[in-house]
């Protein structure tokens, strides 16, 4: 049956259903997909460049790790990148044919953007990433103080303020994304930064890229801040334009007169 543009999907990770809503591109042919990762603890869920995405051809799957935003289990930062996989998992499935498991994208804002490289570092199904103001060396953010705990918990599951700063106090630099940013290449990565930022320091972004291989590519907005919040239409811009520029190596599963609004698009390697 034709679909109506999003559907909701269930995803199963560590034994607990994780939320989500598949926005699909028109038609129902195979097409390129995003998985669009949020931060901690889920508030700016990036629903503007999903919508912007599906406007120009790609799907785009939105889902809450589990412990946060109705997903179920208890939320743990070690859990992330599994939740990720799980995703992964789900849109390989063949359980959703309007989905090319052949050309799948992550984009990870914050925290998503450590668990996106963290995952692609061992996940050839992941075709390229976006890191958006990703904390590559979360253990270096000051997030373990007792106010910034308290203020994070109240919006997860199953997790104290007192839990989650020990399981901070734990991402030392072993579990830095940057170490694993090289694992990516030959894919590419694009990392964005918002100079402004208040959260993650550009200089996180900055190290990102140098630790990675070619293809990489850094933007980073002089006035953003963390959430783009003024540059809302940029960041959308800016990520269309590099998903639009990745090289094609996969052909396209239908032809271009049923398929009028799926533009040339992607995926390397």
Not at 8 to 34: C, E, M, N, V
Request: charged share 20%; glycine share 10%; net charge neutral.
């Amino acid at each position: 049956m034709p679909h109506v543009g999003q559907k909701g999907i269930l995803i199963h990770s560590g034994g607990f259903r994780l939320l989500g809503t598949l926005f699909l591109a028109w038609g129902d042919q195979p097409k390129p997909t995003a998985v669009l990762l949020h931060g901690l603890p889920g508030i700016e869920l990036n629903h503007d460049i999903a919508l912007a995405l599906r406007d120009r051809g790609w799907n785009c799957l939105i889902f809450h790790y589990r412990g946060c935003g109705g997903s179920g289990g208890p939320y743990g930062v070690q859990t992330l990148v599994a939740d990720v996989r799980a995703a992964v998992d789900e849109l390989s499935s063949g359980r959703h044919p309007q989905v090319d498991p052949d050309r799948l994208v992550l984009i990870g804002h914050s925290m998503g953007g450590w668990a996106a490289v963290r995952e692609a570092a061992w996940d050839p199904r992941v075709k390229a990433v976006a890191a958006v103001c990703a904390a590559a060396d979360p253990g270096a953010l000051p997030f373990a103080d007792p106010q910034t705990a308290r203020e994070i918990t109240d919006f997860l599951q199953g997790i104290t303020a007192e839990s989650f700063i020990e399981q901070w106090r734990a991402l030392d630099a072993g579990q830095s994304a940057s170490r694993l940013a090289a694992r990516i290449t030959p894919r590419p990565l694009l990392v964005i930064h918002a100079g402004d930022d208040e959260i993650v320091p550009v200089a996180q972004g900055r190290e990102l890229y140098e630790r990675a291989g070619e293809p990489r590519q850094l933007i980073v907005h002089p006035e953003a801040n963390h959430s783009f919040t003024r540059h809302r239409p940029w960041l959308r811009k800016t990520l269309l334009a590099w998903l639009a520029g990745l090289e094609k190596a996969v052909p396209p599963r239908c032809s271009r007169s049923a398929e009028p609004h799926e533009p040339d698009l992607f995926v390397s390697h």
